[in-house]
């Protein structure tokens, strides 16, 4: 990123820059930077085991187009595999599918439907991560891709949607278990061809785009974890297929009668996971397993951001139970984050139990206020749940986790970040995680401590 983007962002330091990795070289010839992982059974172009005529997961493309397609997205399949099969992920996808339902204590609805809620529950890690695999599996079964540009009449440029189909099984599928009992309803995920274009112009492009390459790759592959985690809701959706059934036979009969009968989409609300304020499942695991969601400006050369969730910068057509919070921080994405994604030694290197490796650190941000109060019913409470952020000051919108006295408490836990050598340098071993009190002993052992 050049220092004529960074301008554009007059709210931070220079030096901000630097200690986010921004100012640092990276090889242009090296920006897949090592992922070896398979890509999923998701990704694959062929399905033969599927009991319909159509094999095929990326509708559109024949095997020549999506051995080309592959050339430049396999980092990204891989990536995004990857984030799937990561600790808290597969949690997260596991509570989605065998989590009960029930109505929350407030009577909570949503265009006239109930919204429910489902909660964690007591399984071993072992058997929850083994089944919510299993089902991924039998995700990729009816799963389907279409890339595509939007509709020049459509009301928003859309990134990606993913959409309940009965075209691959007619009468639903089973994710759950071997039982040939339908569950739910299969998917076809939509994505905006924009993104396939701009990493092609950035693979192409002269000098060293390794950065703005490594951003985009990781903004693909998240919003396909997050459309897959929508699929993942449909298919443990009973009532969804129930309602998509009979609105294709409502279809079919008036078709007999030569009557006609609007399209309508069929529809459903996502349910609350525990005390969240919002439903909505792919925004709920990118909370759960980047401890954010990814913010973009449209813009391949400017870098990426992320703040909590839920927030007003997410607001859309989704069941609410609570109000925003007036405030919220912008955190920027360290390029530190999103070089050590993209090497597989770090993926090698996570444990079974750390739940919050992929939590991006909060290091500095651009505080955003919503100046419309009147937009939301149910009233804004006044400061953002993360508290008072340090800033420079009553009139800065500048915040920093790592200023004001010493190191900052960083609430993300354990993550992907490349200062846990700076982390082991400081603080007495008590004060450090797991992973920076190992990275100390590391350095004692080089004697570089």
């Not at 265009?111 to 991560?129: I, L």
């Not at 389907?144 to 949607?161: G, I, M, N, T, Y």
């Not at 009968?261 to 439903?279: C, L």
Request: charged share 30%; with cysteine; aromatic share 8%.
């Amino acid at each position: 990123m050049n220092a004529r983007i960074r301008s554009k962002y007059s709210t931070l330091h220079p030096s901000d820059w630097a200690r986010l990795g921004y100012l640092d070289g990276l090889s242009a010839k090296r920006h897949n930077l090592g992922l070896t992982n398979p890509k999923h059974l998701l990704f694959q172009y062929n399905k033969p085991s599927r009991s319909s005529t159509r094999k095929v997961t990326w509708l559109q493309y024949s095997q020549q187009s999506y051995d080309r397609l592959c050339a430049e997205l396999d980092p990204v399949l891989q990536l995004a595999s990857a984030l799937l099969e990561s600790p808290a992920s597969l949690d997260f996808l596991y509570y989605v599918i065998h989590s009960p339902r029930f109505l929350p204590m407030e009577v909570a609805e949503f265009g006239g439907r109930p919204v429910y809620e489902f909660q964690r529950v007591m399984v071993s890690r072992e058997a929850r991560r083994r089944k919510a695999k299993e089902a991924l599996d039998r995700l990729a079964e009816s799963l389907c891709f279409v890339v595509e540009s939007p509709k020049e009449d459509a009301k928003e440029d859309f990134h990606r949607l993913t959409e309940p189909s009965l075209a691959i099984y007619p009468y639903g599928i089973n994710v759950v278990d071997e039982s040939p009992t339908p569950r739910g309803i299969g998917s076809m995920i939509r994505i905006n061809k924009s993104y396939l274009v701009k990493l092609t112009q950035l693979l192409a492009r002269e000098g060293d785009n390794t950065a703005q390459i490594l951003s985009m790759q990781f903004k693909i592959a998240t919003s396909i974890c997050h459309e897959i985690a929508h699929a993942v809701g449909h298919a443990a959706d009973l009532g969804l297929l129930l309602d998509a059934i009979m609105e294709s036979i409502f279809r079919e009969l008036a078709i007999m009668g030569n009557a006609k009968r609007e399209k309508e989409r069929v529809k459903t609300n996502e349910p609350f996971f525990e005390d969240d304020a919002v439903a909505e499942l792919g925004y709920c695991w990118e909370q759960a397993v980047l401890g954010g969601t990814i913010q973009w400006a449209d813009q391949v050369d400017h870098p990426l951001f992320f703040c909590k969730w839920p927030s007003f910068l997410t607001d859309g057509e989704h069941p609410r139970r609570k109000g925003y919070k007036r405030t919220t921080t912008q955190y920027v994405v360290p390029m530190h984050y999103l070089r050590r994604l993209h090497k597989q030694e770090f993926w090698d290197g996570i444990e079974a139990g750390d739940t919050s490796a992929l939590w991006i650190k909060k290091m500095v941000g651009i505080r955003v206020t919503n100046q419309d109060a009147d937009i939301d019913p149910l009233g804004f409470p006044p400061r953002e749940s993360e508290g008072d952020s340090p800033t420079d000051g009553p009139d800065s919108f500048r915040v920093c986790r790592e200023e004001k006295g010493g190191r900052a408490v960083d609430p993300s836990g354990r993550r992907a970040d490349e200062t846990l050598v700076k982390g082991a340098q400081g603080g007495s071993d008590d004060q450090l995680t797991p992973r920076a009190l190992s990275a100390r002993r590391k350095l004692r052992k080089s004697k570089k401590y």
